[in-house]
């Protein structure tokens, strides 16, 4: 059975960094298309889910977090 | 002279879709990798920003609203 | 397989009642606890999860999101 | 005289747990209900509401920050 | 009794404007400084603080959804 | 060229203050019109923008981020 989520942007990648404080993680992922993102989530988070250089994970963003910019 | 914003995430795509309501625009973005990414701002910035179906423009996400899931 | 998310708050409850505009949706979730939670999502995201009253969900939320005060 | 705040969601609870880091701090607060809900705030603001284990505390919540998901 | 909230920035101003949506109003608030905030809460929300135009409130908003730019 | 960003809050003031952690730093900005902000950015936007007690900068919120109260 699968989790469906209200997010509405859930991205492929592959995390390419973490960096760990007290509480919270830098976690960069890249992308499949190549674009880079990165995230803070708590340092539980990031051990909880094992996330470590080269694993597969799904960048969430919920919609109403998302600005637009133009030149 | 140029801008420079805090949030760690700008990425490069077209304006693929917009629903207008009273209060806030949906804004569908395609990236330059493929990808598809959904922005919900205010009518009146999807305005001042002229914003329409393939104006090219940058979605700008800060680092603590990005989420990472696992399969 | 279950997807796994990093966002540490994940509430179990459900859909008392649904409100629809154009572009967002408030949905008002009944705690198991009996504590209510109202959220924010796109109208596309509550027909996409075919939200309906007396539906189980999840309530998920990012800690970074929460506040706390005190009386 | 009291502050009422267009924050939608206000639950009471009681803090389980402080991890403090040099700007962030995690703060576990174990709901009414029985459900637990993690915080990340400054490390100024759990200092500055006193916060400790035990103590009393209500949980704040924009709409907006609240994802909705299905099994 | 007076609360105390987490969040680090509460700026005091007048209300200016509001726009509503079925779900969402948009409330743009002058401060006493001068500068002007707008912001998107629920209708709901804009009605239970009985907001109008001259009334007089506090702006509220967590550290974590502020930015930095620089020109 | 200028960029033009969705959010609708950009104020203009000056670094007061900044608190460096592993991830993250807090930022405290004094606004032309003598209210204080104070910001969470990653350690790395920080540097890459050369933050500094006495720079001017723009701070800037979404609207969706912002909330309402009354005393």
Chains 1, 2, 3, 4, 5, 6 share one sequence.
């Not at 991205?11 to 960069?28: A, H, Q, Y």
């Not at 470590?52 to 637009?68: C, D, H, N, P, R």
Request: avoid cysteine.
């Amino acid at each position: 059975m699968e989790m469906k989520l209200s997010a509405r942007n859930m991205l492929k990648g592959r995390v390419k960094n973490i960096v760990k404080g007290p509480v919270s993680s830098e976690v960069t992922v890249e992308l499949m298309g190549g674009d880079t993102i990165v995230s803070v989530i708590t340092k539980t988070s990031a051990e909880e889910l094992k996330l470590a250089e080269g694993k597969e994970v799904l960048v969430v963003i919920k919609a109403s977090s998302v600005m637009i910019a133009t030149d």
